[in-house]
């Protein structure tokens, strides 16, 4: 009898392996593309100040770093997958307050929530992941997961400079509306 783990990984898991990873890109790759939106969000209706746009870009990073730990433990305490598919949720209903936010007060409130979602999307995508995958394949799923923090990054600016082109910043959020929407409809 053999131990050994077959070359492939089954389809369902790398099926996961997928929509978790698309899940790291839409988190880390918002952290990216919202710069490329600060100056038609300077020159927008809003009429952001200085100090205002610097908000605007950080909101989401900082609720995002400072709750990703406490995010990770709701998981571990009310269910990983739940915790997921709130954060998806959270993360969605963020973004679209952004896209319609007819001031910079609504806009930062919408960046905040997105922070909230992100935090609970970044650890439970990782733990779902863990929970479903053999022991032998862990140390490759991981790095796999890993690396999409990478991406994000290159992603959200490329994939914000073709939504920044064809639209409005508030385009940008509409669109990662859509994208965490359909990642919680697959999950």
Do not use: E, Q
């Not at 131990?3 to 990216?32: E, F, K, Q």
């Not at 954060?87 to 936010?101: E, Q, R, W």
């Not at 806009?107 to 990782?126: E, F, H």
């Amino acid at each position: 009898m053999s131990t050994s783990l077959p070359l492939r990984a089954p389809a369902s898991h790398r099926g996961l392996l997928t929509l978790m990873c698309a899940a790291v890109v839409l988190v880390v790759g918002m952290v990216a593309a919202i710069n490329l939106a600060v100056p038609p969000l300077a020159a927008s209706a809003l009429h952001p100040s200085a100090p205002a746009l610097v908000w605007i870009v950080d909101t989401y990073v900082i609720v995002f770093a400072c709750l990703v730990i406490p995010a990770g433990a709701a998981g571990d305490r009310f269910g990983r997958k739940g915790v997921l598919l709130t954060g998806l949720g959270l993360f969605a209903a963020g973004t679209l307050l952004s896209a319609v936010a007819p001031d910079v007060a609504v806009l930062l409130a919408g960046r905040a929530l997105t922070g909230v979602g992100a935090a609970a999307v970044l650890p439970n995508s990782l733990a779902v992941l863990l929970h479903a995958v053999p022991a032998g394949r862990r140390a490759g799923t991981i790095a796999t997961w890993a690396s999409m923090t990478g991406i994000g990054g290159v992603a959200g600016n490329v994939g914000g400079g073709l939504v920044l082109t064809a639209g409005s910043w508030r385009w940008l959020f509409g669109a990662a509306a859509g994208v965490a929407l359909g990642l919680a409809a697959l999950a």
